[in-house]
């Protein structure tokens, strides 16, 4: 098993297959491959250290999902060009080799193109908090009746870093 290096990137790129055989559309899908692994309907453990086999000693490579029904098939790239465009296509930064865990965790759970997840829940969070210190800052450098909000600054930056704190070892972003 290949050590993890120090911040991959995976591509993720999901296609529902509805029209056709899964097997038809993967022969197109392979066309555009040059090496791969392909698993059928594969654990999120088998999924994982499979992906640890293929990425080695690099820091970017593909999992292409095409999902249909009854079947999911992954394959497993370092390059992946020429392909049609996906129905979803995520792009992970992870940091952490317990991130690659949770990622592989929600692509194998199916759940890895949900609207909302705590990355984005955290983002939100953040905002709010960050608009909160400008508009506190503004509201005691103006007032000095309200001069005791100043002391609540520091607090919302703690909880800024906590909320960062939590998140889960890897970055994830929708490709376009």
């Not at 790129?13 to 791969?36: M, N, Q, T, W």
Request: a positive charge; glycine letters at 10%; zero cysteines.
């Amino acid at each position: 098993m290949g050590s993890m290096p120090r911040g991959i990137r995976i591509t993720y790129y999901l296609y529902e297959v509805k029209d056709r055989s899964i097997g038809e559309y993967a022969r197109g899908i392979e066309s555009g491959l040059d090496r791969f692994l392909r698993l059928v309907n594969p654990d999120e453990y088998t999924l994982l250290m499979n992906f640890r086999e293929i990425l080695g000693s690099s820091d970017h490579a593909y999992v292409i999902e095409l999902r249909d029904d009854v079947n999911r098939w992954f394959y497993l790239t370092k390059e992946a060009k020429g392909l049609e465009k996906p129905d979803a296509s995520y792009e992970y930064e992870v940091g952490k080799k317990k991130g690659l865990e949770v990622v592989f965790r929600e692509i194998a759970e199916g759940s890895a193109h949900k609207k909302w997840g705590v990355d984005k829940v955290s983002s939100v969070l953040q905002v709010i908090l960050w608009g909160g210190f400008v508009l506190l800052g503004w509201l005691g450098y103006r007032n000095s009746e309200v001069t005791w909000i100043d002391n609540l600054l520091p607090l919302v930056l703690l909880l800024s870093g906590l909320i960062e704190g939590f998140r889960r070892g890897y970055k994830k972003k929708k490709k376009r």
